[in-house]
């Protein structure tokens, strides 16, 4: 019987935002106004294929964006806890869902030596076209209208969940590790073995605090974390129990 790890990927495993920090490879590392003001809410996706298609259009090539990603720092502790991981990989399965994208993350993960440590990563799938231009698609549809458009997280999980069930095999608990506000989805439909993990002060973190002050009930237990050693604490104790 394993715990599964779900990962949250932008300022969770990285301390910082691939969509946002990619925009340093622009001329000037900046956008230009129109296309910065064309961004849409719930519309992330179809934003950064314009970010993408206009570096293209400006001559970055993949290899400059491929050095800019894997330059991203880690957030602080999270290579002591993807070792921990795969040290105790026969307690744990390890998933990443996240609104980035496919090559980013292939990237970080390959540049840091951690691809190992994932089973499966779900995000937006990325590729670069022909022209040298990085394409990026929605992840799935859904129904769910709490999420945005191209990704709900809890769908997501529960399609994984049920498929490894029907695989052989279950989990005892879901630890979920996130920071942002697409991580809430997710997170209030745990149930009550397993452990949010929210990201101290991001607005995960925020949300949840909101929702116990109001006292929205929520299933699992929550605990905060501002590093990856105080995550491999928490693991600890759960193989411990
Ligand atoms: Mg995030
Ligand atoms: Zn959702």
Redesign the pocket.
Known sequence: MKILLVFDFDNTIIDDNSDTWIVQCAPDKKLPVELEDSYEKGFWTEFMGRVFKYLGEEGVKAEEMKRAVTSMPFTFGMAELFSFIRKHKNKFDCIIISDSNSVFISWALEAANFHDVFDKVFTNPAAFDSNGHLTVENYHAHS?N??PKNL????VLEEFVDKQLKEGVNYTQVVYIGDGGNDV?PVTFLKKNDVAMPRKGYTLHKTLSRMSQNLQPMESNVVVWSSGLEIISHLQFLIKE
């Open positions: 769910c709490r999420c709900c997280k809890n769908v989805c």
